[in-house]
């Protein structure tokens, strides 16, 4: 397959980074040398909180672990900073956020992995099926929604939500957990939570069901599967997006889609996404965006937990983009859902909301594993693509740039 057009500058760009001189993040990365590269991770965890900023995450780290504590995402050895803008807009929306993620390339807001000229770009999902691994999508909100659906398919809008659920269907991705049963169903076919929405007459859950897959619509028949004799899961558990609190929660959901992909002879690739954090604050309600990014961080400690255990395993935790504009203020002058807020440690604090949109601001991103490095410092939201794709590939052309920095 062609390289996205982003991967291809970076070559050029290896010419003028390797002669220069410079402190910060580049020189940083640049101490890694031309080492021997490692094998490549066997699997990649990309873990996405849609609209969760740094200051969600320090609310939730207050409220979880104190201000002097840290959260699961924040005990990663490896930090940076990612900014967000979208080819078009310097405040991106999910789609474009979500696709620059996956494919390293910047388009349009609202385009899902396509490039602003709708041409259609290969994602990481797709890559690392090209590679023989397996590969799932997990959320809160509809699977079909911007953020999975910028991993496995290729839209010139984002609400085509009928397109989109049947071409994750045909990309065969092996697990898919979330919500949007009705993009399922034809509207005449009645489902676990009601009548569908397709104009086209399909039902997608019948096709899947002839193409392997397990049908589950609860938390008890996620839980009894048997991950050992299931290749392929679609778990849909609510009509549109799930509703709090979430059941299965996110960290269940993520054990589960490890459960089924980890036994792949080749490894796999997993995106879980806390898509709420963003639908809290754009309602600037604090108290939801708290507690989603909570269960957020309780999604990453599973992550965690499976990398220490298997090893040679890429852990990456981000945001699309922040919404909401947060601030924190000491003090209890503030009221429900907004505060006040205990901070473990001592102390409480309201949340203020400048926005109900989205903002320009950079995200954090912390990350560990087998060329987790090439994440520190700052650059453009494309760069974790390349980060995964060199991972992925052991592309020389990728790998000298990202280690001499941009």
């Known amino acids: 397959m062609a390289l996205p057009l982003a991967l291809g500058l970076l070559v050029v760009a290896a010419v003028v980074t390797s002669s220069a001189a410079g402190a910060g993040p580049s020189t940083k990365r640049a101490t890694h040398g031309l080492a021997p590269a490692p094998a490549a991770p066997r699997n990649i965890l990309l873990f996405i909180g849609d609209g969760m900023g740094e200051v969600q995450r320090t609310a939730a780290r207050w409220v979880q672990v104190g201000a002097a504590g840290e959260l699961n995402m924040d005990d990663l050895p490896v930090g940076g900073w990612s900014r967000t803008a979208s080819a078009d807009n310097a405040v991106t929306d999910s789609a474009a956020g979500g696709t620059a993620i996956a494919t390293g390339v910047k388009t349009n807001n609202g385009m899902i992995a396509v490039a602003p000229d709708s041409s259609s770009l290969t994602t990481i999902l797709e890559f690392a099926r090209a590679h023989g691994k397996a590969a799932g999508l997990v959320t809160t909100v509809q699977i079909w929604h911007a953020t999975p659906a910028a991993f496995a398919a290729h839209v010139v ?12 269907l045909g990309e065969g991705v092996e697990v898919l957990l979330g919500g949007g049963e009705n993009q399922f169903l034809a509207n005449s076919i009645s489902g676990c939570f009601g009548t569908g929405t397709r104009t086209d007459g399909r039902n997608l859950i019948a096709e899947a069901a002839s193409a392997g897959y397990a049908h589950v619509c609860t938390p008890a028949q996620l839980s009894t599967l048997d991950a050992s004799t299931t290749p392929r899961v679609l778990g849909i558990f609510s009509d549109e997006e799930m509703t709090r609190p979430f059941s299965p929660g996110l960290a269940v959901m993520t054990q589960r889609a490890i459960d089924f992909l980890a036994s792949d002879p080749q490894g796999f690739f997993l995106m879980v996404e806390g898509g709420q954090i963003d639908w809290a604050s754009h309602d600037n309600n604090g108290a939801n965006a708290i507690a989603d990014t909570q269960g957020f961080d309780a999604a990453v400690a599973v992550g965690k937990a499976f990398a220490a255990s298997a090893g040679n395993t890429l852990v990456i935790v981000t945001a699309d983009h922040e919404t909401g504009g947060l601030a924190l203020v000491p003090g209890s002058a503030c009221a429900t859902p907004n505060g006040p807020f205990d901070i473990l440690d001592g102390g409480q604090f309201c949340v203020r909301w400048t926005t109900t949109g989205h903002t320009s601001a950079d995200v954090p ?29 052991l592309d020389e052309a990728v790998f000298l740039p990202l280690i001499l920095g941009h």
Do not use: C, D, P, W
């Open 365 to 393: 991103v912390t990350a560990s594993g087998t060329f987790s490095h090439v994440l520190s410092g700052s650059y453009e939201n494309t760069h974790i693509f390349e980060a995964m794709y060199k991972a992925l590939t």
């Open 157 to 168: 809008s984002r609400t085509s939500y009928s397109a989109i659920a049947a071409q994750m």
